[in-house]
Nanobody, 124 residues
Framework: QVQLVESGGGLVQAGGSLRLSCAAS????????MGWFRQAPGKEREFVAA????????IYADSVKGRFTISRDNAKNTVYLQMNSLKPEDTAVYYC?????????????????WGQGTQVTVSS
């Protein structure tokens, strides 16, 4: 089992930045791939970014590429999502996900563990 707790969400103006954190516990963090997903009101959950556990390889959704950066600190059992140049369309609940597989997946249903989510609101 893996427990995930997100933090760092909030209200920010368009063009601003936020850094989300996700603290993991319950399993060897250095052997877990981590991801971020988001869900806006009335929309399906969508993939944002992911990082594997072996090499730190990352993948991103096209909509956030160049603006968001995922990183991990294995010493702190934490994964981060640095979000820059935020847009109103980035408004959503952001969820942290974890999976023991080293292969990164953009399909949320293939990730084993989920956090409760943190709200990000970008005003225009």
């Amino acid at each position: 089992q893996v427990q995930l707790v997100e933090s760092g969400g909030g209200l920010v103006q368009a063009g601003g930045s936020l850094r989300l954190s996700c603290a993991a516990s319950g399993r060897t963090f250095s052997r877990i791939s981590m991801g971020w997903f988001r869900q806006a009101p009335g929309k399906e959950r969508e993939f944002v970014a992911a990082i594997n556990w072996s090499s730190g390889y990352t993948i991103y959704a096209d909509s956030v590429k160049g603006r968001f950066t995922i990183s991990r600190d294995n010493a702190k059992n934490t994964v981060y999502l640095q979000m820059n140049s935020l847009k109103p369309e980035d408004t959503a609940v952001y969820y942290c996900a974890a999976d023991p597989m080293n292969v990164l997946k953009k399909t949320g249903g293939l990730w084993d563990y989920w956090g409760q989510g943190t709200q990000v609101t970008v005003s225009s």
